[in-house]
Nanobody, 125 residues
Framework: QVQLVESGGGLVQAGDSLRLTCAAS????????IGWFRQAPGKEREFVAA????????TYADFVKGRFTISRDSAKNTVYLQMSSLKPEDTAVYYC??????????????????WGQGTQVTVSS
């Protein structure tokens, strides 16, 4: 069983950058697709990005294309989300999770499991 722990969140100003880290312990997820999601107060959890270590192109939500980059270090069992040009609307708790359902990249949170506890990102204007 894999356990995920997110870190790297914080309070930044609009236009700043942050790098979130998703570290896995237990069973490695080297062959699984890892997704980042976020949830703002009063809103549903939404897909941000996902990657598979096989060389497949990452998938991004339209609202982060060109600003966020997902990458992974398989040796460290870690996935990163580099966020730049942050906007106040990016404020949310960010989660990583393992995709267990489906062959292609899923943007539905119901396809994912082993959720971490999340890390808060707050972007001030």
């Amino acid at each position: 069983q894999v356990q995920l722990v997110e870190s790297g969140g914080g309070l930044v100003q609009a236009g700043d950058s942050l790098r979130l880290t998703c570290a896995a312990s237990g069973r490695t997820f080297s062959t699984h697709r890892i997704g980042w999601f976020r949830q703002a107060p009063g809103k549903e959890r939404e897909f941000v990005a996902a990657s598979l270590p096989s060389g497949e192109e990452p998938t991004y939500a339209d609202f982060v294309k060109g600003r966020f980059t997902i990458s992974r270090d398989s040796a460290k069992n870690t996935v990163y989300l580099q966020m730049s040009s942050l906007k106040p609307e990016d404020t949310a708790v960010y989660y990583c999770a393992v995709q267990y359902v489906g062959f292609f990249t899923s943007t539905s949170a119901r396809s994912y499991g082993a959720w971490g506890q999340g890390t808060q990102v707050t972007v001030s204007s």
